[in-house]
């Protein structure tokens, strides 16, 4: 069972940067493909990101160039890092742990086994 907990959203305006960071509990971490996504309010949950356990990265449309996943094995965090934000950009961003093992790409929400609470994120004009 990996528990994840969700630090840095706030309160922003139109050009700022966050930074979002996701805590693993568990110690096969390293193992996992880690996952953003957010969910505007009246909205379907929608990917972000993703980055495998050998770091590879994909991003959605909406946010390449933009945002920028990573992450630390070593201290059991995955980061977001968001620059440019947009009004649009408002959200609960969500993090999520894919199933162990395997470097793959997951973009689907269905297939991530693991979910934090999510922290929401507000991007003001």
């Known amino acids: 069972q990996v528990q994840l907990v969700e630090f840095g959203g706030g309160l922003v305006q139109a050009g700022d940067s966050l930074r979002l960071s996701c805590v693993a509990s568990?110690?096969?971490?390293?193992?996992?493909?880690m996952g953003w996504f957010r969910q505007a309010p009246g909205k379907e949950r929608e990917f972000v990101s993703t980055?495998?356990?050998?770091?590879?990265?994909t991003y959605a449309d909406s946010v390449k160039g933009r945002f920028a996943i990573s992450r630390d094995n070593a201290k059991n965090i995955v980061y977001l890092q968001m620059n440019s934000l947009k009004v649009e950009d408002t959200a609960v961003y969500y993090c999520?742990?894919?199933?162990?093992?395997?470097?793959?790409?997951?973009?689907?929400?269905?297939?991530?086994?693991?979910w934090g609470q999510g922290t929401q994120v507000t991007v003001t004009s």
């Open positions: 999520a742990a894919g199933p162990y093992g395997g470097n793959y790409y997951y973009t689907a929400a269905s297939q991530y086994t693991y």
């Open positions: 568990e110690h096969t971490f390293s193992g996992h493909t």
């Open positions: 980055i495998t356990i050998r770091s590879s990265t």
